[in-house]
């Protein structure tokens, strides 16, 4: 299995409930194929550098996923047609970061 940092952001008005069922349908997905969500880290409401899809504000998730290829396109493909995610991005990592990031930090 490979390990990927898998960051999405959340329209503004999207909330608490909305954010847990995206980490659900994220995790099945995950399960079906015997991945897992190893980390999640929640960077909270921030602003964005450039209006995407009219809007200036996102609520920014990072999880570090384990898994294989064809699992990310699936949870990308979900992503892409669920309309409260408004950008996500998926990059292949080495290893687990021992860490939390310091975004995480300045948000809790």
């Not at 999207?14 to 399960?31: C, G, P, Q, S, T």
């Not at 995407?52 to 898994?67: A, P, S, T, V």
């Not at 995610?85 to 948000?107: F, G, M, R, T």
């Given at each position: 299995m490979n390990i990927y940092e898998h960051t999405y952001i959340a329209a503004?008005?999207?909330?608490?409930?909305?954010?847990?069922?995206?980490?659900?349908?994220?995790?099945?997905?995950?399960?079906?194929?015997?991945?897992?969500?190893c980390i999640v880290e929640d960077w909270g409401l921030r602003n964005l550098a450039y209006p995407i899809k009219k809007n200036n504000k996102g609520h920014y998730r990072n999880l570090y996923l384990e898994g294989d290829n064809k699992t990310i396109k699936a949870i990308e493909e979900f992503e892409k047609f669920n309309?409260?995610?408004?950008?996500?991005?998926?990059?292949?990592?080495?290893?687990l970061p021992k860490d939390k990031s310091e975004l995480a930090i300045e948000n809790n």
């Amino acid at each position: 299995m490979n390990i990927y940092e898998h960051t999405y952001i959340a329209a503004p008005e999207a909330n608490k409930k909305d954010l847990e069922n995206i980490e659900k349908k994220i995790e099945e997905i995950l399960v079906k194929s015997s991945g897992k969500i190893c980390i999640v880290e929640d960077w909270g409401l921030r602003n964005l550098a450039y209006p995407i899809k009219k809007n200036n504000k996102g609520h920014y998730r990072n999880l570090y996923l384990e898994g294989d290829n064809k699992t990310i396109k699936a949870i990308e493909e979900f992503e892409k047609f669920n309309n409260k995610i408004i950008k996500y991005l998926s990059i292949k990592i080495k290893k687990l970061p021992k860490d939390k990031s310091e975004l995480a930090i300045e948000n809790n």
